[in-house]
């Protein structure tokens, strides 16, 4: 097992391959092996793919013989149970047998595949893709502490390399959470860049499909293999670019805005030390900082669950009929039930208030370039925890966790995650770099520069290293 060829970065293990330095057998082989020998700890796949070591040797035998076999040839992805796989199995995280999800490879894993990845295995996620704490995932941190959701999996299995990288979705900080939790790189691409083409729905609008990694630079080389229009998502755009390139560049001259209510409100000390750091970052790199207001933000949380309890309770209609959500676990089905309370004044109100926040945020893009705000206010809770304690006040976890997310799925802007510190308890604590539609290698750019600046990208769980 080759424990230091496991923590490279994606990039570095698809070069070495390419080369003959390293063999995607071996790594296949030692990921399978790390997986026997954690992951009935940390619960964060579902099913594997017992080919995937047939499926590197040929990877190698094909490099040997001068085949091209794609920049990211004999990696091994992890594939968040909500993506369609031909070979595999999908559950969607439910355990109603009688919901059957089929089809050929959504698009990501399709244009992952002939990018040369394997296919390791499936992940675990949140039921439906509707929640924040992905059971029964633990964290790598801490194993008392929830992984995020709902790409609980996915995140935890990247954290404590049993992949090169995964894949999640994300309807209101489902990439993101789990990637700040458990201390690795996450993005959520802008609305449509990457298709939703065979990712089971949760929120139509909402949707975001992206990658998790253990570098800014692996997310963006992701970013490169998987954009694209797809005639299955009629969302999907045909802009492609060259986000990898982005990474290294200067960033002189980058306008950072912040927002000074909202993101400020309710936060923990810790997360507020980590922010305050990385802002202090943003002044030593000789950038700008304006502060901004976002007045809408206070109506944002009833209008992203109302269309979002609408729109997936719309989904489950037919499941609803014939009596199968009493099988969906306790929180997906009440959440399920709520919905069908929304009215369509709920729902064009929610709509409303979601154009007046557009407005705000494109208001503050014509004068900056990116947004900065931490990931979400608290580090990672206790699995027995509904409430947390912030500043002396007693909050609900869920209320509590994608505040900080949710805002840039309802304005369909691209938001990524980087590590920018620890805890006190030593769980992982990030910061969100948000940039205008499109604006991706921006958003790349400082996320790049503010990784290399610190040695937090190449922590390790210490249970795990």
């Not at 060829?5 to 698809?14: C, F, G, H, K, T």
Request: proline letters at 6%.
């Amino acid at each position: 097992m080759d424990d230091d060829l496991v923590w490279r970065p994606l990039d570095e293990q698809a070069r070495l391959i390419r080369t003959g330095e390293a063999s995607a057998k071996a790594l296949a082989e030692s990921y399978i092996a790390r997986i026997g020998r954690f992951d009935p700890e940390l619960k964060s796949f579902m099913c594997l793919n017992e080919q995937v070591v047939e499926q590197a040797a040929r990877i190698d035998e094909a490099l040997r013989r001068g085949v091209e076999c794609g920049p990211l040839a004999g990696t091994c992805i992890a594939i968040k149970d909500n993506y369609l796989t031909g070979d595999l199995p999908t559950r969607v995280g439910t355990r109603v047998g009688e919901l059957q999800f089929s089809g050929p490879d959504a698009w990501v894993v399709a244009r992952l595949r002939d990018a040369g990845a394997l296919v390791l295995g499936k992940t675990r996620m949140h039921e439906f893709a509707w929640g924040a704490t992905t059971p029964p995932v633990r964290n790598p941190w801490n194993a008392d502490c929830v992984p995020g959701g709902s790409s609980g999996g996915s995140a935890a299995a990247l954290a404590a390399a049993l992949c090169s990288a995964a894949t999640g979705s994300d309807t209101g900080g489902s990439i993101r959470m789990p990637a700040n939790l458990c201390g690795v790189a996450g993005i959520k691409p802008t609305f449509g860049l990457v298709s939703r083409g065979g990712v089971v729905p949760h929120s139509w609008s909402l949707d975001h499909a992206g990658p998790l990694s253990r570098t800014v630079k692996d997310s963006a080389l992701l970013l490169d293999v998987i954009t694209g229009a797809d005639p299955s998502d009629p969302s999907s755009v045909a802009k492609r670019s060259e986000y990898a390139s982005a990474c290294g560049a200067r960033i002189d001259g980058v306008r950072v805005a912040v927002i000074a209510n909202y993101f400020t409100e309710d936060v923990s000390e810790d997360v507020q030390r980590c922010f305050d750091e990385a802002l202090e970052w943003v002044r030593s790199e000789g950038l700008s900082i304006r502060e901004h207001r976002v007045p809408s933000l206070r109506y944002g949380l009833a209008a992203i669950f109302a269309i979002e309890l609408a729109s997936a309770s719309a989904w489950h209609d037919r499941a609803v009929q014939d009596g199968l959500t009493a099988g969906y676990t306790n929180d997906v089905r009440d959440l399920v039930d709520m919905g069908r309370f929304v009215t369509a004044v709920d729902y064009l109100h929610a709509e409303q208030i979601r154009t007046v926040m557009c407005r705000e945020m494109a208001a503050i893009f014509s004068e900056n370039d990116l947004i900065l705000t931490p990931t979400m206010p608290i580090p990672a809770w206790r699995v027995d925890q509904d409430s947390v304690r912030i500043r002396g006040a007693d909050r609900d976890v869920l209320a509590s966790s994608w505040r900080f997310t949710f805002p840039f799925n309802l304005t369909g802007l691209p938001a990524m995650t980087v590590p920018a510190g620890f805890s006190s308890d030593g769980l992982p604590i990030g910061l969100q770099i948000v940039g205008k539609p499109y604006a991706e290698r921006e958003v790349f750019r400082v996320a790049h520069a503010f990784e290399q600046s610190h040695g937090w990208r190449t922590a390790r769980p210490p249970r795990f290293s």
